[in-house]
Structure formats: C-alpha cells, structure tokens
C-alpha cells in the first residue's frame, strides 16, 4: 500500500513541478523562487517514484515467490 502512494504522489508532485518551474521561467525576469521549488518538486518527485516502484515490484516478488513455496508443498 505504500509502495503504490509513494509512487503514485511522486509522480504527481514531479508533474506539478514542472508546471511551477514553467512558471517561474515564464516570466521576464525569472522567479528564482519559484525555479528553486519547481526544481525540488521534480527531483523529489522522480526520486519518491522510482523508490515506490522498487519497493513495490521487490514485495511483489516476495509474495510471488511465497505462493511458489505453498503451492508445491
């Protein structure tokens, strides 16, 4: 369950992390703030997916390889 909600948020806040940098660069002169959090979203973001989605296929093999060792004993 976890797993799922970490990727699931990562992905969402890397996705609104681009759209606030695009808005912080959209402008004449530049909101640094707003580059600084678009760029901590997306990295955050991407780093939170992929830890979500290794947690998940690793605890999807171990319930995998549980149902292996029931079934042929």
Same mark, same amino acid.
């Given at each position: 369950?976890?797993?799922?909600?970490?990727?699931?948020? #990562?992905?969402?806040a890397?996705? !609104? &992390?681009?759209? !606030?940098? #695009?808005? &912080?660069?959209?402008? $004449?002169?530049? @909101? @640094?703030?707003? !580059?600084?959090?678009?760029? $901590?979203?997306? !990295? &955050?973001?991407? $780093?939170?997916?992929? $830890?979500? #989605?290794?947690?998940?296929?690793?605890?999807?093999?171990?319930?995998?390889?549980?149902?292996?060792?029931?079934?042929? &004993?």
């Amino acid at each position: 369950m976890f797993a799922r909600l970490l990727a699931s948020l #990562g992905s969402v806040a890397a996705a !609104v &992390g681009l759209v !606030v940098f #695009g808005m &912080g660069t959209a402008f $004449i002169e530049p @909101d @640094d703030s707003l !580059v600084n959090l678009g760029i $901590i979203l997306m !990295v &955050g973001g991407v $780093i939170a997916t992929v $830890i979500g #989605g290794l947690i998940y296929r690793a605890s999807l093999n171990a319930s995998t390889a549980a149902n292996r060792t029931t079934s042929q &004993g």
